[in-house]
């Protein structure tokens, strides 16, 4: 299957800092990526949506100001948590999409980034 | 997109098949039945997928009720590499929306 990577894993930053997270498909082009963000013992939340090419969607809740994605190519998105502050440590988990037909498509996840802000 | 009623918990034994149940009673006949599973401190990882026909993978099977309301994913010989939680998902087109994640159901193996 489709494989999508994060960079990095794990990072711990200090309170004020900003995290790039990285999340590419390596063996697909992607037009849409989403970004998740996942604490513990809780299911995974949406935070936006991110087309290639043009300004990210975000949900309800989420500051585009704080949380930066850019989707310059059809294999690369990126978050940048800015000002991070230790309320933003948590599972950051994107996924990318094979466009094909309603139905057939599926979303591959990538691994996952955990973020500790102290 | 519409909801799904899962278990919370399941155990089962190694080597011995499992169902994993979900309700989708306000199911829409566009859409499609997604199963993801994610194992601990990963990502979700698809599992499968169907319309209205049973589906069979290398990783499971899907059994979906002939009026679509509900459907089960079978793990034929669970190992103890199976337990994640499960999340069955509704999704009328999962290319371009984002998937909706309840709570899921969290599978124990058991040796």
């Known amino acids: 299957g489709a494989v999508v990577s994060q960079h990095p894993s794990r990072v711990i930053c200090k309170s004020g800092t900003s995290v790039k997270i990285e999340c590419r498909s390596l063996d697909f082009q992607a037009t849409t990526m989403f970004w998740y963000r996942q604490f513990p013992k809780q299911s995974l939340m949406l935070m936006a949506t991110?087309?290639?090419?043009?300004?990210?969607?975000?949900e309800q809740g989420v500051e585009k100001d704080k949380f930066l994605i850019n989707h310059a190519s059809l294999t690369l998105s990126t978050l940048t948590v800015t000002s991070a502050h230790p309320e933003d440590s948590s599972f950051y988990i994107c996924?990318?999409?094979?466009?094909?037909?309603?139905?057939?498509?599926?979303?591959?996840f990538g691994p996952g980034t955990r973020l500790l802000v102290l | 997109d519409a909801k799904t009623t899962q278990p919370n918990s399941m155990e089962s034994n190694e080597e011995e098949p499992v169902h994993l149940p979900c309700n989708h009673s306000?199911?829409?006949?566009?859409?499609?039945i997604h199963w993801y599973r994610q194992l601990p401190s990963q990502g979700p990882e698809y599992v499968i997928h169907?319309?209205?026909s049973n589906v069979n993978n290398r990783m499971a099977s899907l059994a979906i009720a002939e009026d679509r309301k509900s459907s089960t994913l079978i793990l034929h010989r669970a190992t103890l590499r199976d337990a994640a939680v499960y999340y069955c998902?509704?999704?009328?087109?999962?290319?371009?929306?984002?998937?909706?994640f309840g709570s899921g159901t969290r599978l124990q193996v058991q040796p």
């Open positions: 991110s087309n290639e090419g043009s300004k990210a969607t975000y």
């Open positions: 996924s990318a999409s094979t466009a094909l037909a309603p139905g057939r498509e599926t979303q591959y």
């Open positions: 306000t199911i829409s006949g566009t859409d499609y």
């Open positions: 998902i509704l999704s009328l087109d999962t290319g371009r929306r984002a998937l909706t």
């Open positions: 169907g319309l209205t």
